[in-house]
């Protein structure tokens, strides 16, 4: 079975492992931590980072770290891995869902600034929803597979009504926005996450990024269980949400190779989009202009009226030993967010089950992807 992305360990990964084993630095302490930290702000263009146990706890602490707490609403788009909404969950405030745009797959800019002109009002400085008196704490637009926003756009709405702009860029190591890093648009935070199929893997973990030293200090504080010096004292309730020496050093050796495995991601993207070229009825995936996208996903997706070949095409690449898997259910659909605050969902409704997110790894064989081209037009030659 051909994956849909699984990690390049073709690095330093076994030589750093080695000498956290070497040192006996395993656990939270140790020179890889630092080094790895480091190493995300730089790419990230954000002067401050903290690494943690999961992208989950890194919008968790976050969020947290940034004033959102209990019963707050956060904005977040519908089309999403459902660890957005479960991050806002953990830190006691609740999903506000939005649609997608079609032409970018991510947060609707101007359906968020509609909603808020029609449905809240600021009292006293901050920003609550009209009918549930809640207050709107953040707005959490998610990077896409890879694919930037308007990070400056986005602020300027923020700041109009005095929210937090947390970015869930999880999948979003190394994107840039006209040549420059997404870290110096004037996000509050940035979040990635380093799971085994992310483009940079720690085989876990995760990072909070920003230009506020503060909020990555505070962050860092909650997730050391909120412990005060060398002795054991505590000064709130913490969590134990941090990365391990043995994952920054996976890590590290990761982010050495980052300019090839981007330029691998993009390559594979583009012979995805050729091939999509090549049929009316498929798209392939979103690319704004002057955003660059990492592409830790890509593929293509059905344009046509046929409600059962999205299905079809799936079946047809399992059984040619291809995973081919449903992408994510939006969150609207799961059961623990069905009674959220959203919009109506025309897009996301339509959408998200005709995309096809094919084999991507960055050490995909030249062989192994004329094979995925090869049973793809074996199908949709039949559909023309």
Not at 55 to 64: D, F, R
Not at 132 to 161: Q, T
């Amino acid at each position: 079975m051909i994956p849909t992305a699984v990690p390049n360990l073709s690095g330093n990964e076994a030589k750093y492992l080695q000498e956290c084993i070497t040192s006996t630095f395993v656990s939270t302490a140790g020179p890889f931590v630092s080094r790895f930290e480091a190493a995300l702000s730089e790419v990230s263009g954000a002067g401050h980072a903290a690494a943690l146990s999961s992208g989950t706890s890194a919008l968790h602490l976050a969020l947290t770290a940034s004033g959102v707490g209990a019963d707050d609403l956060v904005i977040v788009p519908a089309l999403t891995f459902i660890a957005s909404a479960n991050a806002i969950s953990h830190a006691r405030a609740q999903p506000w869902l939005f649609d997608v745009t079609v032409d970018s797959w991510t947060l609707d800019l101007a359906l968020c600034a509609q909603h808020l002109e029609q449905e809240t009002q600021m009292r006293n400085g901050n920003c609550y929803h009209c009918e549930s008196g809640r207050r709107v704490a953040a707005l959490m637009p998610v990077l896409i597979m890879g694919n930037s926003v308007d990070i400056s756009a986005f602020r300027l709405l923020a700041d109009r009504y005095n929210l937090k702009l947390i970015i869930d860029s999880a999948a979003a190591i190394g994107a840039t926005i006209g040549s420059q890093p997404v870290g110096q648009f004037g996000a509050d935070a940035l979040c990635f996450s380093f799971n085994g199929n992310k483009t940079v893997t720690c085989g876990g973990g995760g990072a909070i990024v920003s230009e506020n030293k503060l909020i990555v200090e505070r962050a860092a504080h909650l997730a050391s269980t909120a412990r005060t010096g060398r002795d054991y004292d505590h000064d709130e309730v913490g969590y134990n949400l941090r990365i391990t020496n043995l994952e920054a050093a996976v890590g590290l050796a990761q982010m050495e190779q980052l300019p090839n495995f981007l330029s691998a991601k993009h390559k594979i993207a583009k012979t995805y989009a050729d091939f999509a070229d090549r049929y009316e009825i498929l798209g392939s995936f979103p690319q704004a202009r002057s955003i660059d996208s990492t592409h830790w996903f890509s593929g293509f997706w059905y344009r046509g009226g046929d409600a059962t070949c999205a299905l079809r095409f799936r079946t047809h690449c399992q059984d040619a030993g291809i995973d081919l898997r449903s992408f994510w259910k939006p969150l609207h659909l799961q059961r623990p967010y069905a009674e959220c605050l959203r919009t109506a969902m025309p897009i996301t409704d339509d959408l998200w089950q005709r995309i096809f997110a094919m084999p991507c790894s960055t050490h995909l064989s030249n062989h192994d992807l004329g094979y995925v081209l090869e049973v793809a037009t074996g199908f949709w030659d039949q559909q023309a």
